[in-house]
């Protein structure tokens, strides 16, 4: 008996069905049986289903003589399912790579509840990717009750998500003893979802994104135009009458009775669903409903307020609230226009006094804290400085927080801002300074950059149009012309920035600061980091950091599936994950990353605020093509190189060098590659040490330990130190090749 009996109902969807079946068929997890129900459909999805039947046995093919429905179709497959677990999966839907192994692992975790949730991403047509904005909740669920599961009651914010079918599996014996079937009509999950949720004793979450719910252009049902959205009140008169016949589920009636009004009135406000001249009708079918239902001493506010009055009512309230809204947005322009009027004489007038030559003002990734290069500059000025003041720029109060206690700071755009920014003599940044930060005679723009360049920057980004998406060059360009000074960890970065950013600038060769605790580390260097995390001390720490990808929107790419990763390397070895930070916020941790590091499978360490200390932690290094490995040569520890996808990263992103030639350690092209040069210890012999080495003295260049007191000592207090030192290096005015022998 399998496992998961996955039911897809197919009607007119030829064109995405083999993407849905490959997504279920090529899952790591294979203890499935796939029951496919052709409902009559006009196109080729019955070819389609008998040519996959004909290759995979896990494969059943139901053929029906008329179109019943998606509901019916589901029930129509049901009877054929052997699976412990059904999960309904529509045919334009995909299962995301790993799902059921996620899945099934985290049923056995919560000993097979009667459901389990899941999490979702929407991908639309146009390339984009959503998460689901309420996954909170799945964590919040897992974490709030002990056992992992619980009932409706116990949780009620579960019903809060959307009430669909296909972002849950159900135990078939579940299902069975309560004889669960689909009504036929449109909103069929809705008296589904609803009885099944309130009737299971047993219901788990997983914060995972296991299912693409694909937003398609045109053709889904739901967005057709059509009196068929009339459905939506039989819905849930069947799941009124469910509960009526329940009289211990009768304290759920208010909730069910505000959940109607705000559905139908959501269908009643897209202009795309009901015909313009059927909505008075359909308001008014809604209002006698919401009347009948409502129970006794339910208060009624807000929007729902509405279908206590005439659908004549609901016009001129959804008239006043656009124009409400059109006020707002031209108060709002007011408002703006005043800000940035009042800014700019704030800023006219602190400009016309004198610099202070003791200020300094730091940012680093877009005003987000004290971190990289800007915060060991600030920690060395401190300490060899105390006259000079530092003051940080944040974005908003949330990042100000997280400054250490005592840090002097300034929030973006605010009077002090414009005051601070007005008379520094220093500026010290990552990226660059917004804009209308005018730069004043005298001041200095000291920019220290992210790490060494492998992948294309700035102005040679101009010919790689999906790398460049939103991103101005010349405006750019504009912005970095305000640099004095542009700090260098060697030869290598000093000839791509000139090359990159064609501005009249000084290369100083300093060293990267934020490198010198990786120059100067102890032995136990990284012993908090796996107390914190609760890391064997005798274990061998993997850190795996992969870069973004230019030739995906959003710029994730699976590359590693990292569960079997963890396995893979074997018992005395630990699993560390750092994404990319432009990753951080998006899908990518949902689709698996945020449950690993819950099952301790690995650790997540992508919100670390200082990479140096997961560096420290690590004993090897795995990454694509990111500049980590440049920073993490320092410590003298080996690094493999993944390039499984080389090509495509080069034509889309452009490198500098091919990093597969000259790398700092072995490499590998495929998984397998990968897993081997683990297993046979190939990934810390001679040959990765020799190339360690040769990558080490090129690109470790300037980095001695005193990056940091460099800066400090020569661009902000004018002194000088011993070798290796500042080497000035202006910008040619024509040709890059002069910088070689600068």
Known sequence: MPRFSVIVPCFKVQGFLRECLDSVLEQSYPDLELIAVNDCSPDGCGAILDEYAARDPRVKVLHLPENVGLGRARNAGMPLATGDFLFFLDSDDTLTPGALRAIADRLEETGDPDVLVFDYARTYWWGGTRRNVLAHVLAEAGDTHGSGTFTAAEHPQILDLLMVVWNKVYRRDFVAEHDFRFPPGYYEDTPWTFPVMLSAERIATLDRICLNYRQRRQGNILSTTSRKHFDIHDQYERVFAFVAARPHLAGWLPFLHRKMGE????????????????????????????????????????????????????????????????????????????????????????????????????????????????????????????????????????????????????????????????????????????????????????????????????????????????????????????????????????????????????????????????????????????????????????????????????????????????????????????????????????????????????????????????????????????????DYANLDRPIVVHADDLAAFTASRGTYFDITAEPPGQVSCSYRELTWLFASGAWRDGESARLRAAFRERFCEFDDGRAAERVVRTLLLGESLPEPGVAWVPRPSAGHDALASA
């Open 263 to 630: 559905h139908c009135l959501d269908i009643l406000a897209k202009p795309d669903r009901l015909p313009p001249s059927d909505k008075g009708e359909f308001f008014r079918r809604t209002a006698a409903m919401f009347r009948g239902h409502r129970p006794e001493g339910a208060s009624v506010s807000g929007e729902l307020a509405l279908l206590n009055g005439t659908y004549a009512t609901y016009l001129a309230a959804r008239q006043a609230g656009r124009g409400v809204q059109e006020l707002s947005r031209r108060a709002g322009q007011v408002r703006r226009s005043a800000a940035a009027r009042m800014k700019r004489g704030l800023s006219a007038v602190h400009s016309r006094r004198p610099l202070d030559g003791n200020l300094v003002v730091y940012s680093a990734f877009s005003h987000r804290g004290m971190l990289g290069d800007p915060a060991a500059v600030y920690r060395a000025a401190r300490e060899i400085a105390p006259q000079l003041r530092g003051v940080w720029v944040v974005r908003d109060e949330e990042h100000a927080a997280q400054l250490p206690p005592g840090t002097e700071h300034v929030l973006l755009g605010s009077p002090r801002y414009l005051e601070m920014t007005a008379r520094a003599k220093f500026f010290v940044n990552n990226v660059n300074w917004p804009g209308a930060l005018a730069k004043r005679p005298g001041s200095v723009h000291i920019h220290t950059h992210q790490g060494t360049p492998l992948k294309y920057m700035g102005a040679d980004l101009l010919d790689k149009p999906g790398a460049r998406h939103n991103l101005d060059v010349p405006q750019m360009l504009r912005r970095s012309d305000r640099w004095d000074h542009s700090l260098v960890a060697n030869r290598h970065s000093e000839l791509v920035w000139g090359r990159a950013y064609p501005c009249h600038f000084a290369s100083a060769r300093t060293g990267s600061p934020r490198n010198d605790v990786l120059v100067r580390a102890v032995p136990d260097a990284g012993a908090e980091f796996r107390a914190r995390h609760g890391i064997p001390a005798d274990h061998t720490v993997v850190l795996y950091a992969p870069t973004r990808r230019d030739y995906r929107r959003g710029g994730l790419v699976d590359r590693v599936d990292l569960a079997r990763f963890a396995a893979d390397l074997g018992e005395g070895h630990t699993l560390v994950v750092r994404l990319h930070p432009s990753l951080a916020t998006g899908p990518a941790r949902g689709l698996g990353l945020s449950d690993l590091h819950r099952r301790g499978v690995v650790v997540d360490a992508t919100d670390e605020p200082h990479v140096e200390e997961v560096m420290l932690a690590s004993d090897v290094l795995v990454t694509d093509y990111s500049a980590l490995m440049f």
